[in-house]
């Protein structure tokens, strides 16, 4: 077997050892994301609505 | 100095120069610590290859128990002491501690079924971990289950504080009761037994999760707060009469606001 193959064999616990880094990946990852994009949106929601507010005063 | 921190403003300020910093190293130490778990780490004698699944499930679990206590911590801060702030932390740090539990508790499913034999069994330190999720669960389901935020901050402050004591019972459970999981090696008196080729990814592991933990509990406060600032922005856009039709828009969201 070559050298990345075994890498990737995990000792014929491939399954196991790659679904857990590949869980934790998912879960640590899309919270990541999910928390990045909500902050986006908070920025500019004040954005506009203190525009709003601007225009109107 | 939990005085000097707790001003929403300078939080802003200092956060928006600090969080971008913390989560760069995170990545940046989780890709070291990856490949040395992955590449550079020995397989273990006995385990072999499944040893790997150590260093993701370990840290996971010291982030588990060490968010909880935060989230408790600031907790009775904002009960006791009414810090703005500590609310805001602490509703902001429980969803990052639930997805914490549940890789904890994933990975080591993962690790049981090869090594044990079996998925999950019911003894005490799988158990307490599992309660400790559902602890994380309530948290989060009890803070906003109020329209009227603070309610619903003060009833969820209480439960994760009454929910402290399954702290200590999962960190003595493998020495209180017989259970499958094997007792505490790192962090244990006599100091850690366990070899320094394991140690060591294992121990950046847990620093990259804690830098993980604090980018993402300062991205998560500056969103509430900012997301407080709307709400309040709302509230004062309806107070002033509209100067021309056609922009009810931001007077009607008013309506969402108890």
Known sequence: ??????????????????????????????????????????????ERLQQDLGRRR | ??????????????????????????????????????????????????VRIMYVHVPAAWMALSVYLFVAVASAIALVWRHPLAEVAARA??????????VCLATGSLWGR???????????????????????????ALANAFDDPSRGGRAAAVLALVGV????IIKFSVDWWN??????????????????????????????????????LMVRMRTALNERKAMALRLNAGAIPAPRPGRERVASANTVVP
Request: glycine content about 10%; some cysteine.
């Open chain 2, 93 to 102: 740090s429980a969803p990052i501690g639930a997805a914490f539990t549940f």
């Open chain 2, 165 to 168: 004591v399954n702290l200590p």
């Open chain 1, 1 to 46: 077997m070559t050298e990345i193959g075994a890498f990737f064999a995990m000792g014929g616990y491939a399954g196991f050892v790659w679904s857990a880094y590949g869980i934790a990946a998912a879960v640590l990852g899309g919270l990541s994301v999910y928390s990045w994009r909500r902050y986006r949106d908070s920025i500019v929601t004040v």
């Open chain 2, 179 to 216: 259970t499958l999981h094997q007792p505490a090696s790192v962090m244990r008196i006599g100091g850690p037994r366990i070899a320094i080729s394991m140690l060591a990814p294992l121990l950046i592991m847990a620093v990259g999760f804690t830098l993980l933990f604090v980018a993402l």
């Open chain 2, 114 to 140: 090869p090594m044990w034999g079996a998925w999950w069994v019911w003894d005490a330190r799988l158990t307490s971990v599992l309660i400790l999720f559902f602890l994380y669960l309530g948290y989060i």
């Open chain 2, 1 to 50: 100095m939990i005085n000097w921190l707790a001003n929403p403003a300078r939080f802003m300020r200092l956060s928006a120069r600090a969080a971008p910093w913390c989560g760069w190293a995170a990545a940046f130490v989780l890709a070291v610590g990856l490949f040395w778990s992955l590449v550079v780490a020995p397989p273990d004698y006995q385990q072999g290859d499944t």
